[in-house]
């Protein structure tokens, strides 16, 4: 749309009489001062030029305008100010259009609501996700989308954070039009043209009516009000309430300044410093030195070992991404139950509206199922995703080993087996790595790449770029019993478990984790997941379990009743037929009072905060020693790994950023101290006690890495 040479900013041109005016700031016309300044000066050319009679505002390349430019963050502003901007725009005497097309978000969208008409290519993506980031629409957001959509449409996109689109927005009252065809800004100027032969001049958005049924609009705030409440301990969903709130009961410039007001609170905010740490944590996992040294290899047919709910999910995946998958399994009910299962998952999609009917047939037209290896001759990538036992899993490979072409990768979904022993039953352990995902497969964002002594660099890209099609978080792990995620997991858990024995209930100690922001605590986390994994993991590590560190067999002689959880009907918890919302069961706590007897421990009270504390710094001192010993590359990798696949608190930015936040100084002054009740547990990390004495921080360790 523009010269490449002019890139970098919004530039003006005049087209007959109409100024048009392209947002060119690549890779995604995001926000940056000399954006904002070219916009500013072009309203400010049209305003005065007598031989413009419109304005069309539109994007280069495959954007409108994303939002912020995320390269000026932390850094102080640059005027102008994107208010002042999109109050210039609205204010301007000559009609402005907004031309959208792909994404429009935060202030981009803003920009859009400013202008006098939208019209939307049916590829455009409109949303105000400031939520994401601790903060609210600060350029008029919560002002101009209720007054253009109603309040309720307006605060479900704002507290969601979540896009919606074209026509969605025509159904809203977001934009004006719908255009067929490619090109956004041929769209603009018709639709200019159109208003001019049709005499239309400016129309002001914070005249619209959308706010007209007051009634309604405060149902709205107090529902919405409600939904934020309940948004565990974020600050900035009840300042977006209290902002729409202004919108239908102020004039609209008294809006604006409670809008300012409160953006401005929650700048100041902790969380807002957190979850920006998040969001650039999870943009860091893929700065690995593997992806400067080579290629990935061909992705395309993709074979996978294993039906169960694991083989299932990740299938799934990968038929969401585009790709064809064969599913391997023993025998035919086997094959069958991992077929139903694929099925299952879209037949749900259907029925729930998420997916049409061809769609769904599209997907499974991706789909085979075989008995024979040899179906998995031309596969570019090999998933198992078996029993987790390492002789199975060996058994696996060496077949794998046999039939899969040269080049081909060959992945382990394991959780905690030794990736390196898997690769040894092959004859090609450059090719190996393990891909850990998630359950639900298809639906958690985080994946392991798990990277072994022998592994080649273009393997471990190729996982990278698998990550990458699924849309998933990949973060590169080294080698041992759990990698990142579960080998820190296993610890914190052993604090919790220690606590129990020691005196709180299972139902406090998920309590207090929930007060500190987690969705569930590790009791009911451990019910949801099945008892009997954890069960069959704790038998499997009994012959190296340190003798010296105290081991809790609650949970075993939970499992050995035959209580697994959810899926059982009781595990700590009991749950009513086809419930998950589990009570407190009195014969589990009779199991934990013998147990304690068994042990010789007289039970104490804990409070919230030191159960809090124990189990922070327990996490906090695993994840120092999988830093130290080179398992993570980073302390913003373990943060992406507990943001994304153990359900930490996003608004608390991670284990290593909270303890940035603590001080690792304070947190080794606990240990220390609780070393004294239990010196095999509580080892201070190596990595810790240098930070401490230091001065340093883990965030320090972010800004060395490839």
Request: proline share 6%.
């Amino acid at each position: 749309m523009t010269d490449p040479a002019s890139a970098g900013a919004a530039r003006a041109r005049r087209q007959d009489d109409l100024l048009i005016v392209v947002v060119d700031h690549p890779p995604v016309n995001a926000l940056s001062a000399d954006v904002r300044r070219g916009l500013a000066e072009a309203i400010a050319q049209a305003g005065v030029d007598p031989q413009v009679r419109a304005v069309v505002l539109a994007g280069a390349g495959a954007n409108f305008i994303a939002g912020a430019d995320i390269r000026e963050f932390g850094k102080p502003p640059r005027p102008p100010a994107l208010p002042d901007v999109c109050n210039a725009i609205e204010n301007c005497p000559k009609p402005v259009v907004a031309a959208l097309h792909g994404a429009a978000l935060g202030g981009g969208l803003e920009v859009a609501m400013a202008a006098h008409y939208r019209v939307a290519l049916p590829d455009a993506r409109l949303g105000l996700p400031e939520v994401n980031l601790g903060l609210l629409p600060g350029a008029g957001g919560t002002q101009r989308a209720p007054r253009l959509m109603g309040a309720a449409a307006a605060l479900d996109l704002m507290l969601s954070g979540a896009p919606i689109t074209a026509a969605g927005a025509l159904a809203s009252g977001l934009v004006d039009r719908v255009a067929e065809g490619g090109d956004a800004l041929a769209a603009g100027l018709a639709y200019a043209r159109e208003l001019l032969d049709q005499g239309a001049g400016p129309r002001r958005s914070r005249d619209a009516q959308g706010l007209a049924d007051k009634t309604a609009a405060r149902a709205a705030l107090a529902e919405s009000g409600e939904r934020a409440a309940r948004a565990r301990g974020l600050y900035s969903p009840l300042r977006i309430v209290e902002a729409v709130r202004a919108a239908v009961e102020l004039p609209f410039d008294e809006g604006l300044a409670t809008e300012r007001s409160l953006f401005l609170q929650c700048l100041d905010s902790p969380q807002r410093a957190a979850l920006v740490h998040a969001f650039f944590a999870e943009r860091g996992t893929t700065r690995v030195p593997e992806l400067k040294q080579a290629r990935p290899r061909p992705l395309g047919r993709v074979g996978v070992v294993g039906g169960g709910t694991m083989g299932a999910g990740i299938t799934v995946a990968l038929l969401d991404a585009g790709l064809s998958a064969v599913m391997i399994e023993q025998d035919e009910a086997a094959l069958a139950r991992g077929l139903a299962r694929v099925r299952d998952v879209y037949d749900q999609a259907v029925r729930k509206g998420r997916l049409s009917a061809a769609q769904r047939e599209e997907r499974m037209a991706r789909h085979a199922g075989a008995l024979d290896y040899a179906a998995l001759a031309d596969a570019d990538l090999i998933i198992e995703a078996v029993f987790e036992d390492m002789e199975v899993k060996r058994a696996v490979f060496a077949e794998l080993d046999r039939v899969a072409r040269p080049g081909a990768v060959l992945a382990t979904n394991t959780s905690y087996l030794d990736v390196d022993c898997i690769a040894q039953a092959t004859s090609r352990p450059a090719d190996v790595l393990g891909l850990h995902f998630f359950s639900p497969a298809h639906i958690m964002k985080l994946l392991e790449i798990v990277v072994g002594r022998a592994t080649a660099a273009d393997t471990v890209a190729t996982g990278f770029e698998l990550a990458r099609r699924l849309r998933k978080i990949p973060v590169r792990a080294g080698v041992c019993d759990g990698f990142i995620g579960n080998r820190i997991l296993a610890v914190h858990r052993q604090a919790a478990d220690m606590m129990m024995q020691d005196g709180a209930s299972p139902y406090e100690i998920d309590a207090a984790v929930r007060a500190f922001g987690y969705p569930m605590g590790p009791y009911q986390m451990t019910d949801m997941a099945g008892g009997d994994i954890g069960w069959a993991t704790r038998k499997r590590r009994a012959a190296t379990r340190d003798p010296a560190i105290r081991y809790v067999e609650i949970a075993d002689r939970i499992c050995e009743r035959g209580w697994f959880g959810q899926k059982t009907g009781r595990g700590f918890y009991r749950y009513e037929a086809g419930s998950r919302q589990g009570r407190p069961d009195p014969e589990v706590l009779e199991i934990v009072d013998a147990e304690r007897r068994r042990a010789g421990v007289t039970p104490r009270a804990f409070s919230e905060g030191e159960i809090q504390r124990r189990y922070l710094a327990a996490m906090i001192n695993e994840a120092a020693n999988v830093l130290e010993e080179g398992i993570a590359d980073k302390p913003a990798d373990v943060d992406a790994v507990f943001l994304h696949g153990y359900g930490f608190p996003r608004y608390r930015g991670g284990p290593l950023f909270y303890a940035d936040t603590v001080g690792p100084a304070r947190i080794l002054e606990d240990i220390r101290a609780w070393r004294n009740e239990d010196p095999a547990f509580w080892k201070p990390s190596a990595l810790l006690v240098r930070l401490a004495e230091s001065g340093r921080d883990f965030a320090s360790l972010n800004t060395a890495q490839p």
